[in-house]
C-alpha cells in the first residue's frame, strides 16, 4: 500500500507541475495519466480486486490500450521528443498483456513487474517532460 500511495502523491506532484509550468503536451499527457489512475482506482474500489489478475485483465487491457492511444495522438501533435517516450512505456504495458494472453504460465510476478512498471515510467518522463519546457520558456524569457 505505501507504493500506491507513493505513486499517486508523485503522479499528483507531476500533474500540477504541468498544470502550472507546462505546455498543452504537458497538461493533457498529465490528465491521460490522472484519468488512466482515477478510472484504474474506481474499478478496483467498485470490484474489490483485480478482475482478472490471475488469468487475463481485460479492463485493464483496455485501459492501456486507451491510454496508449490517447498518449500517440497527443505525442503526434506535440512537438517534443518524451510524449512519444510515455507512448513506448505505455505500449510495454500492453504488450505485457499480450504475453500474458499468450503464455499462460509466465510467472505472475514478472508480468506484475511488466504492466506496472512503465506508469511509473511515464509519470517520471512527464516530469522531466514538464521540467525541461519550464526551463525552455524561462530561457525563452530572458533572451528576449
Known amino acids: ?3 500506491y500511495f507513493l505513486q499517486v502523491t508523485l503522479l499528483l506532484l507531476v ?17 491521460v495519466l ?9 474499478q478496483y474500489f467498485l470490484f474489490s480486486d483485480w478482475e482478472g489478475l490471475v488469468t487475463w485483465p481485460i479492463f485493464r487491457m483496455s485501459l492501456d490500450l486507451v491510454g496508449f492511444l490517447a498518449i500517440l495522438y497527443i505525442a503526434l501533435r506535440a ?8 507512448g513506448s512505456a505505455q505500449l510495454l504495458a500492453i504488450m505485457a498483456h499480450v504475453f500474458r494472453a499468450i503464455d499462460a504460465n509466465l510467472p505472475m510476478t514478472v508480468y506484475l513487474i511488466m504492466e506496472r512498471w512503465p506508469f511509473w515510467a511515464a509519470i517520471t ?20
Not at 500533474?15 to 490528465?31: C, D, I, M, Q, T
Not at 512537438?79 to 510515455?86: A, C, K, S, Y
Not at 518522463?125 to 525563452?140: F, S
Open 125 to 144: 518522463i512527464t516530469g522531466i517532460g514538464t521540467v525541461l519546457h519550464a526551463r525552455r520558456e524561462r530561457d525563452a524569457r530572458i533572451a528576449s
Open 34 to 42: 490522472v484519468s488512466m489512475h482515477v478510472v484504474s482506482a474506481i
Open 15 to 31: 500533474a500540477a507541475l504541468a498544470y502550472f509550468k507546462g505546455g498543452s503536451s504537458e497538461k493533457r499527457v498529465a490528465v
Open 79 to 86: 512537438n517534443r521528443w518524451w510524449p512519444l517516450w510515455v
Open 1 to 3: 500500500m505505501d507504493r
